[in-house]
């Protein structure tokens, strides 16, 4: 069962504009949510997190919303640069296992 | 190396035969998990270890799979009579005992059954 959902399986932006990638769950068991990057041959790595407590969490160029009545998170870039290009996981955290989304493909073009 | 290992990084394998997948997580990490991703979905949950035990294996496909970690560090993935739906990419990821801890990731081992 999908219990997360990345609904874009690609998304292409432009270098310097704001890229969102987004996701949605089902299961509100999950406390804690995380995205990855994934770049050709390598294990996906972690790039931000967010605990359901919170409604945002910034990094850099990278902030996570979650929206919990809604059961959807998304991940903003700004500003997107070409080294960004790669696939992103959406992934959430509940009692024992975490689960991922399809990913979302992201280019950015300069 | 500090990071998640994976060995081997690709097997190729005939139908029928069985298969062993190793992680070697990161020093001191007490969680792991293994994943199986397809090409084009995110990763597939197979099997979480907290130390020595499966604590949650409810991810596996089927009674063809296996893993352990007898010593809470070293983890083995056994695949009996392979099919040629089995071919994947096997993740490995450990992450610390706190439950908002990330997960890191190994390469994976590429599975090919022909």
């Known amino acids: 069962d999908q219990q997360v959902k990345q609904n874009s399986p690609s998304l292409s932006v432009q270098e310097g504009r704001i890229s969102i990638l987004n996701c949605d769950y089902t299961?509100?068991?999950?406390?804690?949510f995380l995205w990855y990057k994934k770049y050709p041959a390598e294990g996906p790595t972690f790039l931000i997190s967010?605990?359901?407590?919170?409604d945002k969490n910034e990094d850099g160029r990278f902030t996570v919303f979650l929206n919990k009545s809604a059961k959807h998170l998304s991940l903003h870039i700004v500003p997107s640069q070409p080294g960004d290009s790669a696939v992103y996981f959406c992934?959430?955290?509940?009692?024992?296992?975490?689960?991922f989304g399809a990913g979302t493909r992201l280019t950015v073009k300069p | 190396g500090a990071g998640v290992s994976q060995t081997p990084s690709n097997k190729v394998t005939e139908k029928g035969k069985y298969v062993e997948l190793r992680c070697d997580p990161i020093?001191?990490?007490?969680?792991l998990y293994w994943y199986r991703q397809s090409l084009g979905q995110g990763p597939e949950f197979l099997i979480y270890?907290?130390?020595?035990?499966?604590?949650?294996d409810s991810g596996l496909p089927n009674d063809r799979f296996f893993a352990v970690r007898p010593e809470g560090s070293v983890s083995t993935l056994k695949i009996q009579r392979t099919e040629r739906g089995d071919s994947a990419v096997y993740l490995c990821?450990?992450?610390?005992?706190?439950?908002?801890?990330?997960?890191?990731f190994g390469e994976g081992s590429r599975l090919t059954v022909l």
């Open positions: 990821a450990s992450g610390g005992s706190g439950k908002g801890g990330e997960l890191f």
């Open positions: 020093s001191g990490h007490t969680a």
């Open positions: 299961n509100s068991m999950f406390d804690y």
């Open positions: 992934a959430a955290r509940g009692n024992n296992d975490m689960r």
């Open positions: 967010i605990s359901s407590i919170k």
């Open positions: 270890f907290q130390g020595t035990g499966a604590a949650d």
